[in-house]
């Protein structure tokens, strides 16, 4: 089975505060992605990942940036937290190989920004 | 127009009913549908995979695409309280990364 982790469940963090949250995979996936879900805008795509070291934005990359130093672990960073980008983070990852590239998601961290 | 429109309900129903999930979508190039299931405070995962048109079956549940009418359907049989969740369509283009998302139906299965 594809197991996808993230670093933290719940985080609070203060207005200003760097974030950084970790999202590891152990199924050799190519494909990482990060995404927000919020109430009534549904799941955003913030920035992925289709290679080590290289990173494309998504629909709402402001505020945020990305590592991906290896395969299997990518990296959300809010450089100076706000209060408005108070959400839920979910990572996944997808494989290029087989016809099934189908996003597998982790459980997500509920960050509170005060 | 957005991309995917999705019903985001709720929807409740009593145990044993039959449940109707549907995403309506405007970009022909999406060969690729799938139906996540995500309960409350997890993570989705991957429920049902449909290339192209046509159904498909797994146990209890039917996924439906009709790629002329740009329709895609979920349909759950004798629905169980633990069906109780919201259900986000997806789908993707050939080729590309990205999954696009409908924005869910929450569905809660009465005892």
């Known amino acids: 089975d594809v197991k996808v982790t993230q670093s933290s469940r719940y985080l609070v963090k203060r207005t200003g505060e760097k974030v950084f949250l970790e999202c590891v995979q152990d199924m050799d996936h190519e494909n990482m992605f990060w995404y927000r879900q919020d109430p009534g805008l549904g799941l955003r795509l913030i920035y992925f990942?289709?290679?080590?070291?290289?990173?494309e934005k998504g629909d709402i990359p402001e505020g945020y940036s990305v590592s991906r130093e290896k395969k299997e672990r990518f990296s959300l960073i809010l450089e100076s937290a706000s209060t408005n980008q108070t959400s839920m983070y979910l990572c996944a990852s997808s494989s290029d190989r087989g016809l099934t590239d189908t996003q597998y998601f982790g459980p997500g961290t509920r960050l509170t920004v005060l | 127009q957005k991309e995917v429109e999705q019903d985001p309900g709720p929807l409740s129903v009593p145990e044993g009913a039959i449940v109707s999930l549907n995403c309506t979508y405007s970009n022909s190039a999406f060969q690729y549908f799938m139906w996540y299931r995500q309960y409350s405070r997890k993570g989705p995962e991957l429920l049902m995979y449909t290339y192209s048109s046509g159904n498909k079956e797994d146990g209890r549940f039917t996924a439906q695409v009709d790629k002329s009418s740009k329709y895609i359907s979920l349909f759950i049989r004798d629905s169980q309280p633990s069906d109780s969740a919201t259900y986000l369509c997806?789908?993707?283009?050939?080729?590309?990364?990205?999954?696009?998302f409908g924005k869910g139906t929450k569905l809660s299965v009465i005892p």
């Open positions: 990942s289709y290679d080590v070291k290289m990173k």
């Open positions: 997806a789908m993707k283009e050939a080729g590309s990364y990205q999954l696009t």
